[in-house]
């Protein structure tokens, strides 16, 4: 993962919005994105999450014109150049993904998370149309990939469906909606031969665990610490059939840690998890900007110690 590069195909809805800014002030600013959802972003307060305010598919009806967007077929989805790139991927000596959507984080991205919680329950009908229809489009959309580059190393499927204590949606939801379109794709991958298929989920992933397994999703990340994750245990739980990557907590590498901290938390599961295989150390997410250099560096230090000694 040092380096990692990802194929480029267009999932995105097409045409996008145009993005706009709708209304602005001293402190603030009211956007519309290219998925067509209006969020407010603080201009005044740094770094934070902005709020976000409407969204595109709100019905039917809003959702029968937003799916013409994301249309497989249309001729952006694979770059102009994409005989040439075919070309230059075929000796790579680095690992390529393959992106094959979201069962649940796109939707709630097109419809809000408090409105599709209440969707499960008022339409369901409607959100099983809009999972078949992803896994539609997915399977229609990564074919030619599949076709043209043979050996992909691994797939990955977004979701972000976890906060700190649990899912989002229940297990049973889980099953009920997403379980089998996205086994479609998986089984499509699978039969392409790539037998790694990542789910970048975070929060804690506990319970939706053994239903990704069922899925065919058998890699999981970012495994965040600070919700409880613990790569050991799920190890002991599902054995080598699951693989891991992640569980390198963040906050031990900040302002004020020391390098015992650092090497505190490397040395209570690294050691033991390389050992057993199926585990790619690495922060529980993207490191935050209260990182000093010295202590990553003296973490990445001790990672390629440790992997190198294996």
Same mark, same amino acid.
């Given at each position: ?45 740094? #770094? ?5 305010? &409407? ?16 249309? !497989?077929? =249309? !001729? ?11 070309? &230059? ?38 959100? @099983? ?15 030619? =990939? ?8 691994? =797939? ?14 229940? !297990?049973? =939801? ?12 998986? &089984? ?31 890699? @999981? ?9 613990? !790569?050991? @245990? ?10 891991? #990557? ?11 840690? +020391? ?43 001790? #990672?390629?110690?440790?992997? +190198?000694?294996?």
């Amino acid at each position: 993962f040092d380096r990692c590069e990802v194929v480029p195909i267009n999932t995105g809805p097409w045409p996008p919005f145009e993005e706009k800014i709708v209304e602005q002030t001293a402190e603030w600013r009211i956007v519309e994105d290219e998925l067509g959802s209006q969020r407010k972003i603080w201009t005044d307060r740094g #770094i934070g999450m902005p709020q976000w305010l &409407s969204y595109p598919v709100r019905d039917r009806d809003t959702w029968e014109r937003f799916k013409q967007r994301l249309d !497989p077929h =249309a !001729p952006v989805r694979y770059p102009e150049y994409w005989e040439d790139y075919k070309r &230059s991927v075929r000796d790579r000596d680095y690992p390529l993904q393959l992106r094959i959507g979201s069962f649940y984080g796109w939707i709630r991205n097109w419809v809000g998370m408090e409105h599709l919680a209440l969707w499960y329950a008022d339409c369901p009908e409607l959100i @099983h149309e809009m999972t078949q229809y992803i896994a539609d489009f997915m399977l229609a959309l990564i074919e030619r =990939a599949l076709r043209d580059i043979p050996d992909l190393d691994y =797939a990955l499927l977004w979701e972000d469906m976890c906060h700190k204590t649990g899912p989002l949606i229940s !297990p049973a =939801a889980f099953r009920e909606y997403m379980s089998e379109p996205m086994k479609r794709v998986t &089984s499509r991958l699978q039969e392409a031969g790539i037998d790694i298929i990542m789910v970048d989920s975070d929060g804690k992933v506990d319970e939706l665990l053994p239903l990704w397994l069922e899925a065919g999703v058998n890699l @999981h990340y970012p495994l965040e610490v600070a919700a409880g994750c613990d !790569p050991l @245990h799920y190890r002991e739980l599902y054995g080598r059939d699951i693989l891991l #990557i992640g569980a390198i907590d963040k906050r031990v590498m900040r302002d004020g840690c +020391t390098k015992q901290d650092i090497e505190r938390e490397v040395m209570s599961k690294v050691p033991e998890l390389l050992k057993q295989g199926g585990f790619s150390p690495w922060v529980d997410h993207a490191v935050p900007p209260d990182v000093p250099f010295e202590n990553f560096r003296y973490y990445m230090d001790l #990672i390629n110690d440790l992997c +190198t000694a294996k």
